[in-house]
């Protein structure tokens, strides 16, 4: 359910994804970076590319480093920032419904990231 987004334009958006028990969810490869946010329920998820998953459970500590290919639970509170181009599956394991909240935006072309008329220090 799109909770933020304007037509003709690919991003910033923000949306929520409810995953009823026994449901999993394969995504593929996006230009986008999304902040994911566990928001109910637990999912078990897997990536193809390392995350760091900051715990609800431990906050103010660094992060959970998890390995690509590596499945791990995401419980409410828990947060993660996925890269451009990683694909993966969400699975819903319990016996409630699970929900993420997620918001992406495709980051600028590296030359767009440069500012007009700056020269480089040198």
Known sequence: MPLAFVPGQEAPTLYQLTFAPGTTYA????????????????????????????????????????EAGTAFTFNVGDYTVLPAMVDGEVRNDGAGPATLLVSSIVPPASTELATPGATPAG
Do not use: C, K
């Not at 593929?28 to 970076?33: L, R, V």
């Not at 998953?53 to 480093?65: F, I, K, L, S, Y």
């Open 27 to 66: 995504f593929e490869p996006a230009p986008e970076i999304s902040l994911v946010y566990a928001g109910a329920g637990a999912v078990t998820v897997t990536l193809d590319a390392p995350v760091t998953v900051t715990r609800a459970t431990h906050p103010g500590e660094v992060g959970e480093v998890v």
